[in-house]
């Protein structure tokens, strides 16, 4: 076990080379994810082979807490290795347990890419001394445990892709082209076009969302290569070009991931949601991707939620529901801790009565 050089060029790429060729590689284990999370430290532990090749990797996340001088620390759906190796995931865990003492850290948590019924390596964390929620609820975990994929699509043609999904939306995605629609990948200047949709989304859907600056910082940090922004847009002939809906979405280890999407309220009988997906499924084909995830799929097995319709949309491309096993803990100081999460109660409580005085305030205003 090592902890990273960050100073040592040939170690970082050899990090990265690894990372994004492995078959549990993900975007949020690349070095470049930190460029993104510029509020949060990091720091990375590599496990050796006895010939020193590399055979796991682990980048980890560094939350400090104000006042009370501890951290917390996480590894986004990590870490990067067999898991059902104990070996090298006890080499990476001792590193984890060094940069524990370094940064006084009070928790660990980690998420690992496996689903729910691999419950061998559920026992064999656990084992480790980690306490784990099994059964998760929707929205209670930082990552979503339901996913939407396309798995083992590497090698097919987009014909025989396509021929997969359903009739309707076969048809939906031909006829948006033909209603006008355009759809392409667009750099950070598309930013003013997507983000007002993007706000547009939130408040229809009733979800909290990324700040614009969020957006360009990840499409900076991971670079072309691993992250796009496709839009689509309505052209009709002596008009501008109206944006219709927009996404954020990454390539990383064979997995294309529609990571952030958001779609206007007006012109959707031209069905630009759908040939935007397509057109990105195509990026996962044509980079010879074996998965394409459209993400989270909270309450998709609840037919009267609200969220309901997201699952249904994207069921439509005949795809398969993957859940994850979810997070797994381990507690370094059980105190701090319980101080950590009393502050947090405390803080929120402070927020919500701001909050609540604040539309008090407006709705007076407003009378």
């Known amino acids: 076990m090592e902890i990273i050089n960050k100073n040592d060029q040939k170690m970082l790429d050899e990090y990265e080379e690894f990372a994004k060729?492995?078959?549990?590689?993900?975007?949020?284990?690349?070095?470049r994810w930190p460029k993104?999370?510029?509020?949060?430290?990091?720091?990375?532990?590599?496990?050796?082979?006895?010939?020193?090749?590399?055979?796991?990797?682990?980048?980890?996340?560094?939350?400090?807490?104000?006042?009370?001088?501890?951290?917390?620390?996480?590894?986004?759906?990590?870490?990067v290795c067999d898991y059902r190796d104990r070996?090298?995931?006890?080499?990476?865990?001792?590193?984890?347990?060094?940069?524990?003492?370094?940064?006084?850290?009070?928790e660990f948590m980690w998420d690992p890419c496996f689903e729910e019924k691999d419950e061998d390596i559920t026992k064999l964390i656990c084992d480790m001394g980690f306490s784990h929620i099994e059964n998760a609820p929707e929205l209670s975990t930082i990552q979503p445990r339901n996913n939407y994929m396309l798995r083992n699509i590497a090698g097919k043609t987009q014909d025989e892709v396509m021929a997969t999904f359903k009739s309707d939306w076969r048809n939906r995605i031909r006829k948006a082209p033909r209603k006008g629609v355009v759809c392409r990948a667009c750099g950070k200047e598309a930013l003013d076009d997507f983000y007002p949709i993007m706000q547009a989304t939130g408040i229809r859907d009733g979800f909290s969302i990324r700040s614009k600056e969020y957006f360009a910082k990840m499409l900076d940090g991971l670079g072309e290569e691993h992250c796009r922004l496709f839009m689509c847009y309505l052209e009709e002939e002596g008009q501008d070009p109206i944006p219709l809906?927009?996404?954020?979405?990454?390539?990383?280890?064979?997995?294309?991931?529609?990571?952030?999407?958001?779609?206007?309220?007006?012109?959707?009988?031209?069905?630009?949601?759908?040939?935007?997906q397509w057109t990105m499924i195509c990026w996962a084909l044509d980079n010879n991707g074996f998965i394409y995830d459209f993400q989270g799929i909270p309450f998709y097995n609840d037919e009267t939620h609200p969220n309901y319709g997201v699952y249904k949309f994207k069921k439509g491309f005949n795809g398969e529901v993957v859940t994850y096993a979810g997070e797994f803990f381990y507690c370094f100081s059980p105190f701090k801790k319980k101080l950590v999460a009393f502050c947090e109660k405390i803080y929120r409580k402070i927020h919500r009565m701001k909050t609540l005085k604040l539309l008090k305030n407006r709705n007076t205003d407003m009378q």
């Not at 006895?50 to 939350?63: A, E, M, R």
């Not at 996404?247 to 012109?267: D, E, F, L, P, R």
């Open 21 to 31: 060729n492995h078959v549990n590689g993900v975007f949020m284990q690349s070095l």
């Open 36 to 79: 993104v999370k510029e509020n949060w430290g990091w720091d990375a532990v590599i496990s050796r082979d006895k010939d020193g090749k590399i055979q796991g990797t682990c980048l980890v996340l560094i939350k400090k807490i104000p006042v009370l001088g501890c951290t917390f620390l996480y590894a986004p759906h990590g870490p």
């Open 87 to 106: 070996a090298v995931m006890d080499d990476l865990f001792e590193g984890v347990k060094q940069l524990a003492k370094k940064y006084k850290s009070y």
């Open 245 to 276: 809906s927009g996404a954020c979405t990454t390539q990383y280890a064979g997995k294309t991931c529609y990571v952030y999407g958001a779609s206007a309220n007006h012109h959707r009988n031209t069905y630009p949601n759908y040939l935007m």
